[in-house]
C-alpha cells in the first residue's frame, strides 16, 4: 500500500485470481466504494484506461486510489471468489 499526502488516500494494487467473483465483469458491474476508483488495469504487458464498460480478466493487476478503508474494501472485493467455487 502506498499513502499519497498524510495518509489521506492510498494506492494499491491487486492481481485478479482465477476464479475470482469479479473476472469477466465491467467495472460498472461490480460493487466498489464510491470513494475509490480504479485508477489502472495493466493486462500482460498492455495498460488498460479503465472506463465502466472495461472487462476485468483474470490475472489483470488492478490498482486502486482512494481513501485507506475504501480501497481496501475494493481490494477485497477483487480477491473473492466465485460463489460455490
Keep these: 500500500m ?3 499526502g498524510t495518509g489521506v ?3 494499491v494494487g491487486v492481481v485478479v485470481p482465477d476464479l475470482a467473483e469479479v473476472a469477466d465483469k465491467r467495472i460498472r458491474d461490480i460493487s466498489i466504494p464510491a ?7 495493466v493486462r500482460g504487458k498492455q495498460f488498460v484506461v479503465p472506463r465502466g464498460d472495461t472487462v476485468i480478466q483474470t490475472g ?3 490498482v486502486f486510489v482512494g481513501p485507506t ?3 481496501k474494501k475494493a481490494h477485497d472485493t477483487f480477491l473473492q471468489p466465485r460463489r460455490g467455487e
Design 2 to 4: 502506498f499513502e499519497i
Design 9 to 11: 488516500a492510498s494506492l
Design 35 to 41: 470513494e475509490c476508483v480504479v485508477a489502472a488495469v
Design 60 to 62: 489483470d493487476h488492478v
Design 69 to 71: 478503508g475504501a480501497v
